[in-house]
């Protein structure tokens, strides 16, 4: 009889478990008696994996909301490391979350097992530091940007290239009539799609903000509507104590459970917190405005650290500011609103963005998932 193949696997956010549950499929296309073990969310978990802790308990951040919850979170490693090590999986994939999951590979490493880790930290950017514990916690990693892989190599890190796998799912040139159609909304006009995050501390700190910023858009667009995709029950039940705190009830907000790449494919421009939703904006061609907010001692402790005058990521992969970006205390309704008008009502600049999009579109375009199990396939092979 035919042992079966485990692998530990551990994804902390949206983004996180949207990886991985692409990376399970094209794993289990190549070996089907593959197991899947660990954290991850509702994509991940459909996709077969067994749980051992909601995903929802890693997805924080910033230095002092981590602090908040530093015990539950400690905990929860300290008992999938004990896991793992009574129960030995053939492999461990760590996606992203490094401050979590380089600590849990670090152990599981050091005891004989081969640990993967999907998505670089972002070391170009911030904490180069952290190569040295990379190189002792990490057999190899998966980089999705293209700048990464000779960061490692300089290290002596294994890694492999493998392009982000938003790149081969969105479109090369989104159907906005189709989905203008579909949605109901005249072509002629304006809509704006508004990302407040995914994270629940995320929407608390900006829903406000984005609710204000609309009240601002309409006196100028009275026939402005706005798409609001919220993924759960919690994040939507903030925004909408947001929109009655405001007495922003009336407004032409339409909040939508998930289908974010709708509401940024129907939409005029977006307003997008930082993250990876910044990156699905751009592979859509939209033009956006990138804003975040923190609590003010995380701000104030992580701005410092910074190397580059960027946190968008499609500022940081073309090299430049291609969208504006406002940050904490410039992150306000009048500036938002300006802002964003000023690039939407610009026909030739939103062009020239559209260029520049479908190019780094191109170079990500790299059949990311079956890339990824090709490199983490060789760790499998004496399985």
């Known amino acids: 009889m035919t042992q079966k193949i485990v692998i530990g696997i551990v994804a902390g956010e949206a983004s996180g478990d949207l990886l991985g549950s692409h990376l399970m499929e094209a794993l289990k296309e190549a070996r089907p008696d593959i197991e899947f073990i660990g954290v991850g969310g509702p994509k991940m978990q459909s996709t077969g994996m067994e749980v051992l802790f909601p995903m929802e308990k890693l997805a924080v951040n910033g230095y002092v909301e981590v602090l908040r919850h530093y015990f539950e979170i400690v905990g929860i490693r300290r008992k999938l490391r004990k896991y793992f090590l009574k129960n030995r999986p053939n492999l461990f994939i760590g996606i992203d979350a490094p401050d979590f999951n380089l600590g849990l590979e670090l152990s599981l490493k050091q005891r004989g097992i081969p640990t993967v880790h999907y998505v670089s930290p972002s070391i170009w950017a911030w904490r180069g530091e952290r190569i040295h514990k990379i190189k002792r916690a990490v057999t190899h990693m998966l980089a999705l940007f293209p700048h990464e892989p000779k960061l490692y190599q300089q290290a002596g890190v294994p890694v492999a290239y493998v392009g982000h796998p938003l790149a081969d799912m969105l479109p090369d040139y989104p159907k906005r009539a189709v989905m203008r159609e579909t949605m109901r909304i005249p072509l002629h006009v304006k ?156 026909k030739e600049a939103v062009a020239q963005l559209e260029e520049t999009f479908t190019a780094l579109h191109q170079s990500l375009r790299q059949n990311t998932a079956q890339k990824a199990a090709a490199a983490i396939l060789p760790y499998l092979a004496k399985a």
């Open 191 to 346: 809509v704006f799609a508004f990302l407040p995050g995914s994270r629940q501390g995320e929407v608390k700190r900006l829903a406000h903000i984005f609710i204000e910023t609309a009240k601002l858009i309409l006196k100028k667009h009275p026939d402005a509507r706005f798409l609001v995709p919220l993924i759960s029950r919690e994040t939507r039940g903030i925004f909408e104590q947001a929109l009655y705190d405001c007495e922003a009830q009336e407004l032409p907000i339409t909040l939508l459970f998930g289908h974010a790449q709708d509401a940024m494919i129907a939409a005029d421009g977006v307003l997008v917190a930082s993250g990876t939703a910044t990156l699905e904006a751009a592979l859509l061609k939209r033009p956006m405005v990138i804003t975040y907010r923190l609590n003010a001692w995380t701000w104030k402790l992580m701005r410092p650290k910074g190397y580059q005058p960027y946190f968008g990521l499609p500022n940081i992969l073309c090299g430049r500011f291609v969208v504006p970006e406002l940050m904490q205390e410039d992150a306000t309704p009048e500036n938002l609103t300006q802002a964003l008008l000023n690039l939407v009502n610009n």
